[in-house]
T-cell receptor, first 113, second 115 residues
Framework: GESVGLHLPTLSVQEGDNSIINCAYS??????FIWYKQESGKGPQFIID?????DKRQGQRVTVLLNKTVKHLSLQIAATQPGDSAVYFC????????????FGRGTSLIVHP | EAQVTQNPRYLITVTGKKLTVTCSQNMNHEYMSWYRQDPGLGLRQIYYSMNVEVTDKGDVPEGYKVSRKEKRNFPLILESPSPNQTSLYFCASSLYGGQGNEKLFFGSGTQLSVL
């Protein structure tokens, strides 16, 4: 079936570096994508979203890029901080009238001081 | 404070003993859902509810029940828990899930162990 996946399960960076977390999706009908951050012992927290009619969206220190041609989504975190250490999930959703988002397995981001 | 509240935070039970995990949101959201999170598998949806008295199966509904008698509450019921239901459970809500384009607000999770 259709699925959302991540290229790297663990990403280690130095504080101050930029981080890039990737996500591949296979369902071309997906039209809404979200990145969530999950810190240890907590529930996922919304970071940023993007609709399929966009290819880039920026937030505070985060940018999401969507490449529909190759079905690829990425999350860029600028000037990564120790507080950014967490597991990051991408999620996709399709259609109207139901909401069963599909989540990737997650990438663990480790920020070294 | 806007939030999704789950209880209990941790639960240890034995096979076959019925249990309920409660979920409540104070944001007047129409949409609520339950997920389980297992290592290597990510978040998988169990059940969701588009509004009061409207519930539907997600990807992994077997062994679970839900009800939505009030807008704010969406309890998850395990009538006869089994060890393969040992997992971390999350409740989530969004304003109008039917649009399919909204962020979810998650609770803090319930770690369930079935012995």
């Amino acid at each position: 079936g259709e699925s959302v996946g991540l290229h790297l399960p663990t990403l280690s960076v130095q504080e101050g570096d930029n981080s890039i977390i990737n996500c591949a999706y296979s369902n071309s009908a997906s039209d809404y994508f979200i990145w969530y951050k999950q810190e240890s012992g907590k529930g996922p927290q919304f970071i940023i979203d993007i609709r399929s009619n966009m290819d880039k969206r920026q937030g505070q220190r985060v940018t999401v890029l969507l490449n529909k041609t190759v079905k690829h989504l990425s999350l860029q975190i600028a000037a990564t901080q120790p507080g950014d250490s967490a597991v990051y999930f991408c999620a996709e959703n399709i259609g109207r009238g139901s909401y069963i988002p599909t989540f990737g397995r997650g990438t663990s981001l480790i920020v070294h001081p | 404070e806007a939030q999704v509240t789950q209880n209990p935070r941790y639960l240890i039970t034995v096979t076959g003993k019925k249990l309920t995990v409660t979920c409540s949101q104070n944001m007047n959201h129409e949409y609520m859902s339950w997920y389980r999170q297992d290592p290597g598998l990510g978040l998988r949806q169990i059940y969701y509810s588009m509004n009061v008295e409207v519930t539907d199966k997600g990807d992994v509904p077997e062994g679970y029940k839900v009800s939505r008698k009030e807008k704010r509450n969406f309890p998850l019921i395990l009538e006869s828990p089994s060890p393969n239901q040992t997992s971390l459970y999350f409740c989530a809500s969004s304003l109008y899930g039917g649009q399919g384009n909204e962020k979810l607000f998650f609770g803090s999770g319930t770690q369930l162990s079935v012995l």
